[in-house]
């Protein structure tokens, strides 16, 4: 399970014994963008215009199963109208409908405001092979209140199951000290602090003062990818923090 994992990570399908010519029949996993939009009103484009937009960009995959396919898109639902679903099992396009009607009883409730509301997630594909979709969903809305809240949450996807694949799927037992280090060494890089400066200090909230990697990773075409949303680690001025750990510093592990 790891060797195949590993292959479609790092590129290392002829040292993994794949043969040249297996090469374009192991990796037949495609995916088209789609959009779906809807709006209250033609032409809402802006959050100035008193108005609601809910749009989504989404990848249509092809040479999985249907039972796959399904399970993929459940997935990418739960992720998009999560704060909108209550719990419940809905798709994008059914939570669009509950935020148009949301946007104009609030209209109904408060004429006098005149600013919109927006919904905008983006699903970006970063793997797509036979063994391993990676995929990234970021969401900008805005539904009043001081700013625009925004989050990204990864997926990383088994197309032969649709089951999530994780890092002790492809590293080695016994690999998060490493994997660790390299990330808090990215993270201080990113924010431009010294190996030894206090993260409490400079704002960032760990436990006990101590780095930790989350659980929102996706798997990059050169390294594993480690992402802090707004206010997980530190106050919204600071804003996230996007950690890139390439697989070069975790060859030992793989």
């Known amino acids: 399970m790891r060797h195949r994992y590993l292959c479609a990570l790092a590129g290392l399908l002829f040292s993994c014994g794949v043969k040249p010519a297996e090469k374009i029949e192991r990796n037949l996993i495609s995916f088209e963008m789609k959009d779906f939009k809807r709006e209250s009103q033609a032409g809402c484009t802006s959050d100035t215009l008193p108005c609601a937009r809910y749009e989504v960009t989404y990848p249509v995959f092809a040479g999985v199963d249907s039972t796959v396919s399904q399970r993929i898109n459940a997935l990418l639902d739960s992720v998009i109208t999560q704060g909108y679903s209550e719990g419940l099992t809905q798709t994008f396009a059914q939570t669009a409908d509950v935020f148009i009607e949301e946007y104009q009883n609030f209209r109904n409730e408060m004429p006098e405001v005149g600013l919109g509301w927006y919904f905008d997630a983006t699903i970006d594909v970063a793997v797509s092979s036979d063994t391993l979709i990676s995929m990234s969903i970021t969401r900008d809305e805005f539904t009043g209140g001081a700013h625009p809240n925004a989050s990204r949450v ?4 088994d197309p032969k ?3 999530k694949v994780t890092l002790d799927d492809v590293l080695k037992p016994g690999y998060q000290e490493t994997l660790t280090r390299a990330g808090e060494e990215a993270f201080r890089a990113y924010h431009e602090l010294a190996d030894t400066a206090s993260l409490q200090a400079n704002y960032f909230e760990f436990e006990n003062n101590i780095f930790r990697l989350n659980d929102n990773y996706g798997f990059a ?14 106050p919204y001025a600071v804003g996230p923090t996007e950690v890139l750990i390439p697989y070069e510093k975790l ?3 793989l």
């Open 154 to 157: 990864y997926l990383n996807i």
């Open 161 to 163: 199951d649709g089951g």
């Open 251 to 253: 060859k030992d592990w």
């Open 221 to 234: 075409r050169d390294g594993i990818v480690f992402f802090y949303n707004s206010y997980e680690v530190a």
